[in-house]
């Protein structure tokens, strides 16, 4: 069972362009690797708009082969370009509001925002306010293999 998460960008506008990840969407996981593998706006663009992803790894394209089902090691596997599905682009939203609602009703536990340079994640466990990743302890720890 993967721990859902969505994660998307501020637009200048203050909309929300974001998509759906399946696979281990908790902080320690992917809080830290967005904080520490996306920090460049493009790089963080290309991720969105590849849209709905089975699992985030360190790099967006891979050096060689790659599929849904023999993924190149510390690649992201998306399901549109790595398995061939459709109906998995980005969403835009109006706010930062609709896009935790439209992702809270496809099971997602964590969501991600990356805005004003900063990496911004809510959890619908605790409904505390929006938290920056960088302060949140469980980051810190070592959580995934580089």
């Known amino acids: 069972m993967g721990t859902r998460s969505a994660i998307g960008y501020a637009t200048q506008d203050g909309r929300v362009r974001g998509k759906y990840s399946h696979y281990d969407g908790y902080p320690a996981y992917t809080g830290k690797m967005l904080n520490d593998h996306y920090q460049q706006s ?3 663009a290309q991720l969105v708009e590849l849209g709905d992803q089975s699992f985030l790894d360190r790099e967006i ?3 060689g082969a790659h599929s849904f089902d023999a993924p190149e090691e510390g690649v992201t596997i998306f399901y549109g370009r790595d398995r061939g599905e459709t109906g998995t682009e980005p969403h835009e939203f109006d706010n930062i509001v609709d896009f935790v609602d439209y992702f809270e009703q496809c099971g997602c536990e ?3 925002v990356y805005m004003n340079g900063v990496w911004m994640m809510y959890n619908i466990h605790t409904q505390e306010p929006w938290q920056d990743i960088r302060e949140i302890a469980v980051v810190t720890e070592v959580s995934y293999h580089e």
């Open 42 to 44: 493009r790089k963080i």
């Open 110 to 112: 964590y969501f991600y």
């Open 61 to 63: 394209f891979p050096k």
